[in-house]
């Protein structure tokens, strides 16, 4: 009401208005993260797992039985054996207690779908959604894009322009700082754009330039503990042994080769301080991470090795525990 005049309504002392009534929304957005956003993010790769992002295989790997390698894949791949597998590493995560996310994309997908790890990567406020950089998994991103929103969980980025990036070229060396491969997958226009939002986040980004000849930078390192990380002999970049030693870590090469065991062991995720799931029946990684006091779950993965990728790259991390 107007108070001149009673019988004139004014909206001016309205709450809409910011009049007596009016809800500030006094929270940051990191403190929303569990209320008006789903729980999510990590800031760093060893603390404890407690939710991931798959996509479980089928029809469309049939384009990988016609001609492997237009889709990227090794050899053709057994789609009921595939689809167990997965199921078996599921099995795994929910046996643990992680709560495990299916993308749900719309059928018949892409081939390479269920590479998760490659398709988003957390902050600790939300996602950077990636853009892969091959013709055949253009558009992947855009059903991991709908699961995320779908499941409440903030996506801080998207790239633009001829940025590529993916998920699997980046990761958390410390609560503040993360370090991103710049190679095949993904490129400079992609680490400006990522470098950009990271400062907005009062965090530092890395870059390090991948081997010739190399996929992702989640195959030459992996961090097991907050003073543990596993390198490629060789083909670690040396100013990311250099960074992480001035951070104490200590940085452990096992005896792996140029072969497929050796591909298949340094796939891994980490599940908790010195744990981690792992595929089945590699004896020499295995006892080499066990040399380490580190935990191995394993799971098999024998047919999905087909399609160039195992446990790390099946598994898009959604959140861990978080320093506090």
């Known amino acids: 009401m107007n108070p001149q005049n009673p019988n004139q309504y004014t909206t001016f002392s309205s709450s809409a208005y910011g009049g007596q009534g009016w809800s500030p929304r006094d929270q940051d957005h990191t403190q929303e993260l569990g209320t008006v956003w789903q729980s999510c993010g990590i800031d760093s790769e060893w603390r404890e797992l407690k939710s991931v992002l798959v996509h479980r295989p089928g029809e469309e790997l049939e384009l990988a039985n016609e001609q492997p390698d237009k889709v990227q894949m090794l050899a053709p791949v057994d789609i009921a054996k595939a689809a167990e597998e997965h199921t078996r590493m599921v099995e795994s995560y929910t046996g643990l ?47 991991v894009a709908r699961k995320l929103v779908n499941l409440g969980i903030p996506i801080l980025k998207t790239l ?91 940085v452990v090469f096992p005896p792996f080769t140029d072969d497929q065991d050796s591909y298949r062991g340094m796939n891994f995720v980490t599940l908790g301080p010195r744990k981690i799931l792992m595929v089945e029946n590699l004896p020499t990684a295995q006892r080499f991470f066990e040399s380490q006091g580190i935990e191995c779950i394993t799971t098999p993965t024998e047919e999905l090795s087909k399609a160039a990728g195992n446990v790390g790259c099946l598994t898009g991390i959604l959140e861990r525990e978080k320093l506090k």
């Open 97 to 143: 207690g992680i709560d495990v996310h299916l993308v749900e994309p719309e059928l018949p997908c892409q081939p390479n779908q269920m590479f998760c790890a490659d398709l988003f990567v957390m902050t600790d406020q939300g996602a950077i959604l990636a853009r892969p950089a091959s013709t055949v998994r253009a558009g992947e991103e855009r059903w």
């Open 160 to 250: 633009i322009g001829n940025g590529i990036f993916e998920g699997a070229d980046l990761m958390w060396i410390d609560e503040t700082t993360a370090m991103i491969g710049r190679g095949h997958r993904t490129n400079q226009q992609a680490i400006d754009q990522i470098q950009s939002l990271l400062n907005e986040l009062g965090k530092n980004l890395i870059a390090v330039d991948m081997p010739f000849g190399t996929m992702h930078f989640m195959g030459m390192l992996r961090i097991v503990d907050s003073n543990l990380a596993i390198g490629w002999p060789r083909r670690t970049p040396h100013h990311t042994v250099q960074v992480l030693r001035e951070r104490s870590y200590q």
